[in-house]
């Protein structure tokens, strides 16, 4: 995938919360890999949570005019739907599990960590780590094979 204009990754969630510590590990992995030709916002050490992410959402905006935004986020959904990972053409809607419902990004990138029909806290706080890691690598997989140059046929 090749954009014109500069990416940005913004990962929201709280490392505090198993389900909801999926955006901020991503954003670690992100973070860790000095190749990565994005900037990233929402780690393990700095999340980008519910209580912080209007004025998170200001600076970015603010500082990187005219880039692409890409939103990692974990989500409820059905049962049935519990590990797989959605791509969103109209971003995602952080905090969703807490009632709000402003969208953030132009592309976004979502993680079902529970079932939508429990209470959306419990769920989220009686996630499975294991899963929620498991996603995690992947969705950083996928966001790095997105982003980087793909090789010319030949090279490796």
Known sequence: ?????????????SPSIAGDSLGPEVGTLLRKDPSFPAFVYGTLDRPVTGRNMEEWITFVKEAHKGAVFLAVDACLGDARSLGKISVRGDGVCPAAACGKRKRF???GVIGVVGDKSGDPLEELMGADLTLVSALARTITSLIRSALSPAPYAGQE
């Open 1 to 13: 995938m090749e954009f014109s204009q500069p990416v940005v990754v913004v990962c929201f969630g």
């Open 105 to 107: 990004g132009d592309v």
